[in-house]
C-alpha cells in the first residue's frame, strides 16, 4: 500500500479505531507492519490496555512476538502491565 501503513495502523490502535484498522487490513495492509519506532498496532494495543483491539488483532494474525526497535514485545509488555489473560491468549495463539 504505502511506505507509511505502519504509522497508519498503530494510530488506527491508539484511538481504538476497528472500523478503520478493518479497511486498511481489507485494502492489504499487513497486521504487522511496524511505525517508526518498530511498533505495531498490536503493540499500542497492549500499552493502552485495550483487550476489545487486542483479542481483535490476535484474530486477525498480529504477531505477539514481534520486537519492536527496543526488542519489547507485545508479550513482553502484557507481562509487564500483568495483564495475565491476555498472556494467557497470546501464548495459546503460538501453540496454534
Known amino acids: 500500500l ?3 501503513e505502519g504509522v497508519e495502523l498503530c494510530l488506527c490502535a491508539s484511538c481504538g479505531d476497528i472500523e478503520t484498522l ?3 487490513l481489507a485494502a492489504g495492509a499487513d497486521i504487522n ?7 505495531t498496532a498490536l503493540h499500542i ?3 493502552s490496555r485495550n ?3 487486542i483479542y481483535y488483532l490476535l484474530g486477525r ?3 505477539p512476538d514481534k520486537s519492536d526497535y527496543f526488542d519489547l514485545t507485545p508479550l513482553g509488555h502484557a507481562k509487564k502491565l500483568n495483564l495475565q489473560d491476555l498472556v494467557i491468549k ?3 495463539r503460538e501453540v496454534q
Open 2 to 4: 504505502n511506505k507509511f
Open 22 to 24: 478493518n479497511s486498511w
Open 33 to 39: 507492519q511496524q511505525d517508526y519506532g518498530g511498533r
Open 45 to 47: 494495543a497492549v500499552e
Open 51 to 53: 483487550k476489545q483491539l
Open 61 to 63: 494474525g498480529a504477531d
Open 90 to 92: 497470546m501464548k495459546k
